[in-house]
């Protein structure tokens, strides 16, 4: 499958072994350009280098592995992605519902807002927070689209 970051021009990426990856939080994965690669690795461990204090273990090197094999082999990762957009709909809808009812959010002793100003500050930041959810949703259909259709 061809890395849409790559795809877009990017010369390497990082990637979390413990995030979407799903595999050890202490390794990941570095993709991209093959010398910029082969320059990382030369300053990594066993080579004595500035690296070598970032080094991970056997076992994790083999985790690392295992869950590139099961992202490769085993997951629909069409379902993830639907899966991630639930949740940024669910949280959407959440706060939809404080911007109703701000009554409703969270700060005074019946859940609800302390004072005026602070209900302007509350509806300000669930507005930003409403466009990141909205930008976040945006990149990750943008990603989605770049996936190989499910065999």
Same mark, same amino acid.
């Not at 849409?4 to 979390?16: I, M, N, T």
């Not at 949703?137 to 990603?143: F, G, N, Q, V, Y």
């Given at each position: 499958?061809?890395?849409?970051?790559?795809?877009?021009? /990017?010369?390497?990426?990082?990637?979390?072994?413990?995030?979407?990856?799903?595999?050890?939080?202490?390794?990941? =994965?570095?993709?991209?350009? +093959?010398?910029?690669?082969?320059?990382?690795?030369?300053?990594?461990?066993?080579?004595?280098?500035?690296?070598?204090?970032?080094?991970?273990?056997?076992?994790?090197?083999? @985790?690392? =592995?295992?869950?590139? %094999?099961?992202?490769?082999?085993?997951?629909?990762?069409?379902? !993830?992605? +639907?899966?991630?957009?639930?949740?940024?709909?669910?949280?959407?809808?959440?706060?939809?519902?404080?911007?109703? %009812?701000? @009554?409703?959010?969270?700060?005074? /002793? !019946?859940?609800? &807002?302390?004072? %005026?100003? !602070?209900?302007?500050?509350?509806?300000?930041?669930?507005?930003?927070? %409403?466009?990141? =959810?909205? &930008?976040?949703?945006?990149?990750? *259909? /943008?990603?989605?689209? *770049?996936?190989?259709?499910?065999?």
């Amino acid at each position: 499958m061809p890395n849409p970051y790559l795809v877009l021009g /990017a010369d390497l990426v990082v990637y979390s072994g413990g995030k979407i990856i799903r595999g050890p939080q202490s390794a990941g =994965l570095l993709v991209g350009r +093959r010398d910029l690669v082969r320059a990382a690795w030369a300053n990594s461990a066993p080579h004595h280098a500035f690296g070598r204090a970032l080094k991970v273990s056997k076992e994790e090197i083999v @985790g690392m =592995l295992r869950a590139v %094999e099961i992202w490769r082999t085993g997951r629909d990762v069409h379902a !993830d992605f +639907r899966e991630w957009n639930g949740w940024y709909r669910h949280i959407k809808e959440q706060i939809t519902r404080l911007k109703k %009812e701000p @009554g409703k959010g969270p700060g005074g /002793a !019946d859940g609800g &807002e302390k004072a %005026e100003g !602070d209900s302007a500050a509350m509806a300000k930041r669930l507005d930003r927070l %409403e466009h990141m =959810l909205q &930008e976040m949703s945006d990149r990750l *259909k /943008a990603i989605e689209e *770049k996936l190989p259709a499910k065999k």
